[in-house]
Nanobody, 123 residues
Framework: QVQLVESGGGLVQAGGSLRLSCAASGRTFSNYAMGWFRQAPGKEREFVGGISWNGGSTNYAASVEGRFTISRGNAKNTVDLQMNSLKPEDTAVYYC????????????????WGQGTQVFVSS
């Protein structure tokens, strides 16, 4: 089992920045690729970005490419999502998730999930 806890959400004005963090515990964190997803009210959970077990590879949804950056610190068992140039349409609950292999963009492919953290971007 891997336990994931997100933090860092909040209210920010459009154009601002937030940094989300996900702390992992349980099985060896460095064995897992990590992903960030988000879910807005009335919408399906969507892929935001992912990072490989060693941080050497990342991928992003087109909607956040160039604005969001994922990083991880295996020594501290954390994965972060730096969000810049935020837009009202980025408003959602953000989740981190873990899986064995990097590259999946479908939520159902991930094995472990955090409880989510709310991000609200005002216009």
């Amino acid at each position: 089992q891997v336990q994931l806890v997100e933090s860092g959400g909040g209210l920010v004005q459009a154009g601002g920045s937030l940094r989300l963090s996900c702390a992992a515990s349980g099985r060896t964190f460095s064995n897992y690729a990590m992903g960030w997803f988000r879910q807005a009210p009335g919408k399906e959970r969507e892929f935001v970005g992912g990072i490989s077990w060693n941080g050497g590879s990342t991928n992003y949804a087109a909607s956040v490419e160039g604005r969001f950056t994922i990083s991880r610190g295996n020594a501290k068992n954390t994965v972060d999502l730096q969000m810049n140039s935020l837009k009202p349409e980025d408003t959602a609950v953000y989740y981190c998730a873990a899986k064995a292999f990097f590259g999946a963009v479908v939520a159902a492919s991930y094995d472990y999930w955090g409880q989510g953290t709310q991000v609200f971007v005002s216009s």
